[in-house]
């Protein structure tokens, strides 16, 4: 059974979303909080395997509240999913940053969100379409590479590198094997390491390393084949 804390400043959508996590088999929601600081202290308490967050709220936005939970001095096993109304780079980068494994907007089809629910709690990371055509223009834009979230790339090898450039692309496990025409479990060993040898948290932390270290560009490069 996956745990869900739902986050957001706006009870009647608290109240909806909570039914909604309550109508699926394999998930159950185990609270709910109206602000940053509750979700954090919720998340302390009750360690839910995911929080659904909202951007904005009082007291501590979500930006902050998913940095205190995914942080390195945060809760172990704990995931957020970010949910808002406002599709803003700024939001999209500072909340995956944070240590998100995923961002929706809130009008994500209800089916679409269960399914994005249980793959954070999976481990992996997801970003809606739109999100992810944001995120490769902000980092476009910037004149001059970031302090890297997860470090260099010292270690990975060739491979991993056409994996990692495939995975900040968008594409999923399946998609990649077909493309560097690999057997879906060596691409799942692939990633494996690459969240080793990076010390990212997860498959968004991964999209982040591919930018900034340069790996990745608005400008696509050929996977070796």
């Not at 609270?31 to 600081?37: C, I």
């Not at 992810?132 to 590479?145: G, K």
Request: glycine letters at 10%.
């Amino acid at each position: 059974m996956i745990r869900v804390l739902v986050a957001d400043d706006q009870a009647l959508l608290r109240g909806s979303f909570r039914i909604l996590v309550d109508t699926a088999p394999d998930l159950t929601a185990v609270g709910e909080a109206g602000t940053g600081v509750e979700a954090v202290d919720l998340a302390r308490s009750e360690r839910p395997d995911v929080v659904l967050m909202d951007v904005r709220m009082p007291e501590m936005d979500g930006i902050e509240a998913t940095r205190r939970i995914c942080g390195p001095d945060g809760i172990a096993d704990v995931r957020v999913l970010m949910l808002t109304t406002f599709d803003l780079d700024e939001y999209v980068y500072a909340a995956l940053r944070a240590g998100a494994g995923g961002f929706l907007l809130k009008d994500t089809p209800p089916v679409e969100l269960l399914a994005a629910i249980r793959v954070i709690a999976a481990g992996e990371g997801l970003l809606a379409p739109t999100v992810t055509r944001r995120l490769i223009t902000e980092f476009a834009r910037r004149p001059e590479p970031v302090r890297p979230l997860v470090g260099d790339l010292g270690g990975v090898t060739g491979r991993e590198r056409d994996v990692l450039v495939l995975i900040a692309r968008g594409l999923s496990n399946s998609e990649i094997a077909d493309h560097l025409h690999l057997s879906l479990a060596t691409v799942k060993t692939h990633v494996g390491r690459l969240l080793g040898k990076l010390g990212a948290r997860d498959r968004a932390q991964l999209v982040i390393a591919a930018y900034e270290t340069g790996l990745v560009s608005a400008t696509p490069r050929r996977p070796h084949r």
